[in-house]
């Protein structure tokens, strides 16, 4: 069965990246294979993507945009190696980049490699030693990402590491500060999806904002659910561990047989209602699709590219959308290699043995670090509880964003081969 969860999920993954990303997830993709496979990097894997989630969601929802705003284009800018070179120097602050090659060794020999580095033999661990990343290319996007919306002081940056989200607030930062986003001039609309229905013909807007809400909302029942499954097959696959290395957990509680079977019983009943949450979320997404389908031919017909600011502001919308598409596949990227790990190199039941490495590698770690060490460690303990949680919510929410991001490129683009096709024939 764990063959073919990998198979399915390796297949699933490969497609999506050739077919719909760039070389970053490539990147991603490839140096995962190297890497090795702790629970802790599946961990901050996870906490990636989560934070890719949440700055669409923002971006979608939480920022206000106009015609002139400059946001997008810095967001969307190509990143030079001085501004490559500030956000790493942020990023080793943080417990597990400033300390993880200290153990990085050790854990690689009690821990043993991944599956291609086995195959690789020698070779595998030379490239493994050649490649290894520490700060990944989607890691430098999402910092990127966060100094536009939080600002370049990183006191004012959320915890994008702090992985304790429930499901109550999955799509919110628990902390940070916003700067504030202002137009130079023109109207501001309060976010992507009010600017984006401000395109449509009038009579058409009040059925799309109805609409997006009534999706929002579905959405939201469908990842809760799958948060709560996620959370029961996370207390049995902890317990499943700690009962395979339970003389060196004499104070962990094993769950009974009695609970056991209640647990199971209870995904059972939470995949009927994930079944019917996701049959009424496809149909409310249909039915705003819909919508913007109709509004699409409606603009064909009807478009107002006299108006700068209005090509202006379907300009901004649009390099919006491509960076939220964008970031959605490179999140999707990172929970599916997450659980493509987890489920091949059984990091779950490994992760008492991964304590002990940590706990020996401690040595290691210089004294000045050895604070930042303890943190490192205490996260992944409390992170770990929530890994498969985020990463069935996150999987979710990202797909969903890939697909609505695709919706506003088409009208956004519409509207902008139109003035360009004007422009041409003055």
Wanted: include cysteine; proline fraction near 2%.
């Amino acid at each position: 069965m764990k063959k073919i969860w990998a198979l399915l999920i390796n297949g699933l993954l490969a497609g999506l990246i050739i077919i719909m990303s760039g070389c970053t997830s490539l990147q991603e993709s490839f140096a995962s294979q190297m890497e090795v496979p702790t629970l802790e990097k599946q961990v901050n894997r996870v906490a990636i993507g989560m934070t890719i989630v949440r700055q669409n969601y923002i971006m979608t929802y939480k920022m206000p945009i106009s015609a002139d705003a400059k946001w997008p284009k810095a967001i969307s800018h190509e990143l030079e190696e001085s501004q490559k070179q500030e956000i790493a120097d942020k990023i080793q602050k943080d417990p597990y980049y400033a300390t993880a090659h200290y153990t990085d060794f050790l854990q690689r020999r009690m821990l043993g490699s991944s599956a291609t580095i086995n195959q690789l033999g020698n070779y595998g661990h030379f490239a493994a030693m050649l490649i290894n990343q520490t700060i990944s290319p989607i890691t430098y996007k999402v910092i990127q990402k966060t100094e536009v919306i939080y600002g370049k002081n990183s006191k004012n940056w959320p915890d994008i590491f702090d992985n304790d989200s429930l499901e109550d607030n999955f799509l919110e930062f628990k902390d940070g500060k916003m700067v504030d986003i202002e137009a130079i001039s023109g109207d501001v609309y309060q976010n992507l999806g009010e600017a984006m229905i401000s395109l449509t013909p009038i009579g058409m807007q009040k059925d799309l904002t109805q609409s997006q809400i009534e999706m929002l909302d579905a959405y939201e029942e469908v990842a809760t659910l799958k948060s709560q499954k996620a959370q029961n097959e996370s207390k049995l696959k902890i317990d499943e561990a700690q009962v395979k290395t339970k003389d060196k957990n004499e104070n962990y509680k094993f769950l009974t047989t009695w609970e056991k079977q209640q647990i199971k019983q209870e995904i059972l009943i939470l995949d009927e209602q994930i079944k019917k949450a996701e049959s009424i979320a496809n149909e409310q997404e249909m039915i705003y699709f819909t919508l913007l389908d109709d509004a699409m031919i409606a603009i064909q017909n009807e478009i107002n590219i006299d108006d700068e600011n209005y090509v202006n502001l379907a300009n901004n919308i649009n390099i919006v959308s491509k960076e939220i598409q964008s970031g959605a596949i490179e999140a999707y990227t990172s929970f599916a290699l997450a659980l493509t790990n987890i489920v091949t190199n059984d990091v779950i039941m490994k992760f008492p043995t991964e304590l002990v490495s940590l706990a020996i590698g401690k040595m290691y770690v210089p004294s000045n670090l050895q604070r930042k060490y303890d943190k490192r460690v205490l996260r992944v303990v409390k992170n770990s509880v929530y890994l498969l949680p985020n990463i069935f919510m996150g999987t979710y929410y990202a797909i969903k964003q890939i697909d609505l991001a695709q919706k506003y490129k088409d009208i956004t683009e519409t509207i902008m081969l139109a003035y360009e096709i004007k422009n041409k024939e003055l």
